[in-house]
């Protein structure tokens, strides 16, 4: 059994714990919140014993293994590694870190500990992911990656009638990229490793975050073009290009219907059945590494970890989106 605290009592906690329940081995037994009144509460939805508010008191606890972080993009790091530095095995939500130097830390601080360390991608380890990395060669020589991911966010309504909710706070290293960007980089780096050439444009909003951008990424041999927004839709499907035939994607961040068009105009369905609660995957890669004493996840990898913060890094460089966490 491998026993999970939590620091962060929202709403992707919920989900999470709601899909980790399901994995074999999995139980809630400690909550961190800055409240005891909201630690309370939360634990008592879950019927948990343990509830801290003091973090210095929470790392320290033996009453669970392993963490799942969901505080605030700009905690991410900090609390982290007080976990690691204090035994724990860390899945923390995505963006792991503000930028590449936090991630480095990271990564020395699980090597340090010998804990496991994963950025909570879930999208990578969805089986129609699975689906599409086993069957890229039918395409052939791929020539490029399309991502479009644009979520309207509820919370840019309050923005524009003048309140101005975290999403849209540097202060906190959030913005389209960090949130949403992010399900279309991952990916890209995943399958196809490290571009050459980064190049990118956004619309800044005035609070100092971005509210959509567009990054074209550089290879060898092909480009990959994403766009993301949290200020406009998009019902645009993804695609993967080949000299062979195309790979259709429904969703890029949790794909469900996955088709490769070939070019004599067949059509081959590659879809694979899968879990509603799609976090359920993450949980299970976390657990099962936890188990198999293995440090690092082959999918959501140290080094794709730290390649997806360098391009996300280099985008708000070009940009002009700049955290406090950066100084």
């Known amino acids: 059994m491998v026993r999970f605290g939590v620091i962060g009592t929202n709403w992707i906690t919920e989900s999470f714990l709601s899909a980790a329940g399901k994995v074999e081995d999995f139980e809630l037994t400690a909550v961190y919140s800055r409240t005891s009144d909201k630690a309370e509460e939360f634990a008592n939805k879950y019927d948990v014993q343990h509830t801290y508010t003091d973090l210095d008191e929470f790392v320290k606890s033996n009453e669970y293994d392993a963490v799942y972080l969901a505080s605030p993009n700009s905690l991410h790091a900090s609390q982290a590694i007080l976990c690691m530095k204090n035994g724990k095995h860390v899945i923390c939500e995505k963006p792991i870190a503000s930028n590449t130097k936090e991630v480095k830390e990271l990564v020395k601080v699980a090597e340090e500990n010998s804990v496991v360390l994963m950025e909570a991608i879930k999208s990578t380890l969805l089986p129609n992911f699975l689906a599409i990395q086993e069957n890229l060669h039918k395409i052939g020589k791929v020539r490029r990656y399309f991502a479009s991911y644009c979520q309207y966010s509820s919370r840019y309504d309050k923005y524009k009638q003048g309140t101005v909710l975290n999403a849209f706070k540097p202060e906190f290293s959030n913005g389209s990229l960090m949130d949403i960007g992010i399900y279309c980089v991952y990916p890209a780096v995943t399958l196809f490793g490290e571009p050459k050439k980064i190049q990118a444009s ?126």
């Open 202 to 327: 956004s619309y800044m909003l005035e609070s100092g975050v971005d509210g959509e951008g567009s990054i074209l990424l550089t290879y060898e041999e092909m480009d990959a073009v994403i766009m993301y927004s949290k200020i406009t839709n998009s019902f645009v499907p993804s695609e993967i290009q080949g000299e062979d035939g195309s790979i259709i994607i429904d969703k890029i961040h949790t794909p469900e219907s996955v088709k490769i068009h070939y070019k004599d105009g067949t059509v081959e369905d590659i879809s694979r059945d899968q879990d509603s609660e799609s976090m359920y995957y993450e949980a299970q890669e976390f657990i099962e590494l936890i188990k198999a004493k293995k440090l690092q996840s082959k999918q959501n990898s140290h080094q794709n970890t730290l390649i997806t913060a360098t391009i996300l890094e280099t985008t708000r460089k070009q940009i002009g989106l700049h955290y406090p966490a950066d100084k």
